[in-house]
């Protein structure tokens, strides 16, 4: 009787058991945690299965086996109580894993995007230094042309290389959030005008038509010298990607709680599976290293996108018919008794 009890015993916890893995490992694929919880749960069933099996077999009275399902019941939710504990673990761990394998994956895309970008500024520099290194040695040399186009042209690749290394100091300065800005209220319309006013020489000398329409009253607590910067910089980027004859325009509107100013050009587009790389410092969407005349090293965008950020607010491309369209996006002005008079 106990060699029958004992297999008996044995096939019915081992029974128990297989399913309860199987059970295991259906549940582990939706969620590790709730196999934690239902694994110790297993384990006792296949034990209680066992047990009740050798009682059969051994004729145990009622009482007796009362006794030992009261025994089996209040493991049950022992058992339970420790896969919870377990399954917490689990999720706490996981999650800790997936974390630093989400922060690991980042540093290595940002040194990757500091190595690229250290790579293209360093030409960058270097080609309008050999330029003005020529220029010098040949007004040096006395066979420089005597109408002072050199001079010229080693003033535009000097003030080219200042803008290089303000636009590397100021995404140093967003990188570290280090940026900081003298906010008031100002109406955003003044904001459009400077910048269509500053690029409208660069516009008339590319043969880009320049306009803008902006109307009063869009307030928003900002930097006027930043938010300038962000804005200059892409309406200077849209009208050096227009060709000749191209057009310009630049809007502005709000919604309920922020305002738009919309720059839309004439540049063909930009290929979608580009689209997400735009505001990576020193990428021009081109392979060549060395950038047209009128570009900078590509940082313009990286710098405007940063500084929007910075505002609470955003920069965003999408292909809009002929070109594409740049939108920054700044909260609107929340009035308060306290609020100073709007800047002009």
Known sequence: MIIEAAVLSGG???????????????????????????APLVV?????????AAARAMFINDHDRAVVLMVVATALPIAGAFGLIIARQVTRLSQRAADE?????????????RRELVAWVSHDLRTPLAGIRAMAEAIEDGVAPADGSYAARIRREADRMADMVGGLLSLSRLHAGALRL?????DLADLVSDALASARVLAERRGVELSGTAPEG?????????LSRALSNLVTNAVTHTPPGGHVDVSLARS???ATISVADECGGIPEDHLARVFEPGWRGTTARTPAEGEGAGLGLA????????????????????????????????PSAASPAPRR
């Open 12 to 38: 019915a916890a081992l029974l128990v058991g297989v399913l309860g893995v199987l059970l295991v490992l259906a549940v582990a694929r939706r969620s590790v945690a709730a196999a934690a919880v239902v």
């Open 44 to 52: 006792v069933g296949a034990v209680a299965a066992g047990v009740v």
């Open 101 to 113: 394998r989400a922060a690991r994956e980042r540093d290595r895309e940002v040194e990757a995007s």
């Open 182 to 186: 003298d906010r008031a209220p100002m």
């Open 218 to 226: 869009v307030l928003a607590d900002i930097d006027p010298r930043e």
């Open 256 to 258: 309920d709680h922020t």
């Open 303 to 334: 710098v405007a996108q940063g500084i929007a950020r910075a505002h609470g607010g955003d920069v965003t491309v999408a292909n809009s018919g002929p070109g594409c369209r740049f939108e920054l996006l700044v909260p609107l002005h929340a």
